[in-house]
């Protein structure tokens, strides 16, 4: 082992090390838990995809997308009707996927071009408008979708074996960070980060901001598309709360909790508030002070907002800083 | 790959061991019905968000019934009840994982509740993978007991809206048994509202009513008056008005004096917060349908019990969720004292199906196709007095279950 | 006029509301030559830079660049044809490094359009060249500084990099060392006359450092309340009694001083 160490000093070391324990952890969970847990971890892994979508939006090109629902509900949507209506297969899922990718790049198109001639707050405002306007049609449209009350529908095999299921998510989930990783460490990533920090120099510089917008845009708003036709094949129902502000609350919190500015981050976030929530209703039985659930759960955003206004990943980043300042010791480079 | 990352990755590594960890600790013993062992029910409603006062009411009516009907031991046919509580949050996909845990972590035989009709719809399906048999009160939607979503396992001792409808209607007819009424109704323009008003409307049709105008209202709107302008120049005899939460209708259709125009008011009387915001309504004066309060039933042995025991307990009338919590123990207890405290839903299905069963408002039985409680309501009148904090139902009349029997959804 | 022109305006008018912020301004300025802007305040200097940069557009007039009428052209299609524009208040990215921020501007000069899948780091021409100016504005050892914690006068050297970046044909500077300490205006006089020497770009200069206008200025052109005065190289301009009297009630300027 010392051999190999000091011949190849980049192949074993101590992230690559813990990534690969990571990867076992999450590979070996379904074997050796719950059925409850392993839908839990599946639901953590789809909204992972989804707070990472929105934060695209919010912490890279500084867009804050107040209907971002729409998307993920839209996903959802398409495949809940398309099940219950048309039929259970893997070609109608497809055709859900398409038709989701169709459904997100146009509304992608319209909120750009709304932003380009819209300040910041007035384009979040109209955003709200846009998912309240989608709920409130599939409300109205109760004959498909049976509004608040809810579709149920079966899922095609291999999807229904909850095994099957977790797996994909997990594959899913590193593609979408593997492509959300490749998009904003490429150049035009960075033409989004430059956006966000001082839209003007942007300009002068000669970009074409309003297209690096509208790209930010179809990019999140397809990812978040695929994460809605994933959490339907997850839950086997959708109601209009998919299209909810809740929902979108739900991308802000894991992604703010976790960190804006990072894939990472919102990884974190969604993972630390799911299983945070769920800790606490398991804890209901140990003692009825926990009934009252919301009272952590707020107190842990109240706590957040102020000993970790950058997020847990901005946190580990400050201690990281004075940790290095410290000690001027070494920095595993990333 | 950097050192921030690699502590955040232990953290969270930590937090996946331990919820791993925790979800195989499963309690011990119990399971399959053995003589003596312990029965554990699984009872998950919302006890948090929009709809959290429901939850507690039921749960405080879910504690009285099993009292009640277990003589205060909280045993049953030798099998002492142990009962799990869980929060679905008010949120369908939380419901399922929740309900999920009950069936498989904590292996509950029974599984009673949900106050949210999304909860519910979200959770169906896994009774029938999990082959448990669930008792719903009072999620209302008739979609629950509908074709494709409704299994052999899903009772429901609540009514369903579809009741609701057919109480209305035969209110009026009633009042009415010559025929020739014309009907108008006014909703909030959401699914509570069209779950109301899409029933009342077919069964209206049916008994032969004229349903002049549907105005739909958007929930958060502040003023109706185009709808109500409408309204009043169509004049309809009767004007259903469904409405529940805030910025309520009632004053502004006093005010356009509707009943000037010939209108009378109808609609059902809901649980007590509504109540108070109906005291217009109560001061117009008006008639309608209820499904609970507490002085309607008569000579029910059970409710006046019931109402005392709250009382005692919690200082306070009991409402129209806790009645259901009531009934929802009452179906379990006689079936169980039946079985003998077999759960199998082989044994459990058919002696449910059909079954009758005691609660506040009498006597209920579980319909064979849908498993759906048959339920009398009651006829009453908006009422209001100097004092009173919210409008007062008076009893009229009890409108039987077999006034008001809702059509089968779900294809039998 | 001797010498080509590179920048012509015809009657360039923008009014907000009642106020003519920049009055029927029809001027010329001369290629690779050094021309300062000069005129009290809420003269409509700045908002002058603004029209012919694109920030804002004309109500009448019209901009012509190397003989092109790019009064309909958007900022960006300015700057990539040549124009570069630095800003009164310091305009960079803050919460970026300071290589970075070179980084982006030598990359939008690149052109390479909007890329999704290459890591930006792997641009070495990019990166090379982005080296390059920061070693030229001496900031190669606060590289590696988020651009909003380093000092005014350091963030003034960034954003000239910035602008440097795109090799523009044109530089229009507003006010290039406002805000700057003592120490640090020599080295920015020092820059733009190396600049200035090499011959290649023409400078439109907005400053009221009167020997820093002297020392480098070929042209003088003031305006006073949105309107073009007068004219000329820096002596007769400051002979001239109409400058004086609207400058300081009847002072002479103290230019050849």
Redesign the interface.
Known sequence: MGNITSRFPNLITIPKLLWLLAGIVILIIPPISTTATITMVSRIMIFAVYAMAYDILRGYIGIIHLGFALFIGGGTYFVAILFANVGISIPILLLAIVGTTIYSIIWALIVGKIAAKSGLLATAMITMAFAEIMRNMMERWRTVTNGLDGLTFRVPAPFDNRTFMYYACFVFLLLMAFALYKFTTSPTGRVWQAVRENEQRAVFLGYDTNRARTIALLVSGVVAGLAGVMFALLNRFANTDVLAMQMTYNAMLYSLVGGSGSLFGSIIGSAVVVLFQNFLLDLRGVHFIFERWLIFFGSLYILVVIFMPKGIMGFVETIRERWKHKKGGKIYES | MSLKKCIVLFLTLSMFAVMAACGESAPAGGGSGGEGSPLRIGAITSLSGALQSYGEDFQRGFYLGLEYMTNNTFTVAGRPIEIIWEDTTNTPDVARERTLSLLERDRVELVTGFASSGDAMASLALFEEFRTVAVIDPAAADAIIAAPNWNEYIFRTGRTSGQDALAMVSVLQNLHPEGGVTVATLAPDSTFGFAMVDPFIAAAEAAGFDVLLTEFIPPDATDASPQLLRLRSAAPQYLYTIWAGPNSPWIQIDELDLQGAGVTLITGAPERDALAAMIPLGQMGGIGFCVYYYTLPQNQHLNDWMVRRHFEEHNMAPDLFTSGGFAAASAIITALEITGGVTDPDVLIPTMRGMEFNTPTGMRYFRYEDHQAMQDLFEIDFTWQEGDEYMVPSFRRVIGRDEIVPPILNGR | MLGDVILRTENLSIQFGALKAVNDISISIEKKKFTTVLGPNGAGKTTFFNLI?G?YKPTSGKVYFKDQDITAYS??KR??AGMG?S?QLT??????LAR?NV???V???AR?G????????G?NRINEETDRLLKDMLLEDKADVKAGDLTHGEQRKLEMA?VL??NPEILLLDEPTAGMSVEEVPVMIELLQRIKDKGDTTIVLIEHKMNMVKALSDTLIIMVHGEFLCEGDPESVSQNPEVMAAYLGGGAINVSA
């Not at chain 3, 305009?91 to 970026?96: A, E, I, R, S, T």
């Not at chain 3, 909007?114 to 780091?121: G, M, N």
């Open positions: 940069s920030l900022p960006q700057i990539h524009r800003f305009n960079v990215f803050p919460d970026l970075e980084r982006l501007a990359q939008s000069a390479i909007f890329k999704l899948f290459k890591s930006y780091k641009y910035m970046a795109q």
